[in-house]
């Protein structure tokens, strides 16, 4: 499995992004998620979403403002973020693993990261 992310990009405090993630290789059975980093910062989890889509788990700092979806027939992950903060600015990463889960350590496949910096 390959993942590309696009999406990135400068943004204003209060303004949104969408972040795609597209899979090569069949990803319609497996958990997505999206992981980011900040400078200087362990990488943290952000979103996670179940192979069907009925499934979405979010952290705490981004509940409410950012969505996570997926369409299994483009093999693509998306992430929808509103509202957003200086303290979003970090490198987002998608990955890809068997069953949910909301650690870093536990996804088998990653993408190239996609860098969002969020002025104040």
């Known amino acids: 499995v390959q993942l590309l992310a696009s999406g990135g990009g400068l943004v204003q405090a209060g303004g949104s992004l969408r972040f795609s993630c597209a899979a090569s290789g069949r990803t319609s059975t497996y958990a997505m998620g999206w992981f980011r980093q900040a400078p200087g910062k362990e990488r943290e989890f952000v979103a996670a979403i179940n192979w069907s889509g009925f499934s979405t788990y979010y952290a705490d700092s981004v509940k409410g403002r950012f969505t996570i979806s997926r369409d299994n027939a483009k093999n693509t992950l998306y992430l929808q973020m509103n509202s957003l903060r200086p303290e979003d600015t970090a490198v987002y990463y998608c990955?890809?693993?068997?069953?949910?889960?909301?650690?870093?350590?536990?996804?088998?496949?990653w993408g190239q990261g996609t860098l969002v910096t969020v002025s104040s």
């Open positions: 990955a890809v693993r068997k069953g949910i889960a909301t650690t870093s350590n536990q996804y088998d496949y």
